[in-house]
């Protein structure tokens, strides 16, 4: 079955930066890695960066300027460098694939998230 999984996430100082990444497989139809979100205590997930029609990118206004979405389809692996950090950035970090599943559907798959820290 399609498994989707983060990594990178970590405890970094305001102003650093880090790079998750997302391995996505299990899917004969293939899968579409389309982008990332997060969630902080408290809060509903919200969107972060994803991919949309024509390879495009879109950015929360948040993290304009900061984020960098990008992906390589040949190993299925979706990356997410974060500079600057702030600690409103704090959050787990989740990412987002979508694949057909056994019905010929197209369905939502989630990792089970990385832990990004930024302390002040």
């Known amino acids: 079955q399609v498994q989707v999984v983060e990594s990178g996430g970590g405890l970094v100082q305001a102003g650093g930066s880090l790079r998750l990444s997302c391995a996505a497989s299990?899917?004969?139809?293939?899968?579409?890695?389309m982008g990332w979100y997060r969630q902080a205590p408290g809060k509903r997930r919200e969107l972060v960066a994803r991919?949309?029609?024509?390879?495009?990118?879109n950015y929360a206004d948040s993290v304009k300027g900061r984020f960098t979405i990008s992906r390589d389809n040949a190993k299925n692996v979706l990356y997410l460098e974060m500079n600057s950090l702030k600690p409103e950035d704090t959050a787990v970090y989740y990412c987002?694939?979508?694949?057909?599943?056994?019905?010929?559907?197209?369905?939502?798959?989630w990792g089970q998230g990385t832990q990004v820290t930024v302390s002040s």
């Open positions: 991919f949309i029609a024509g390879g495009s990118t």
């Open positions: 299990g899917s004969i139809y293939g899968i579409d890695l």
């Open positions: 987002n694939a979508k694949a057909l599943n056994s019905l010929m559907y197209e369905q939502d798959y």
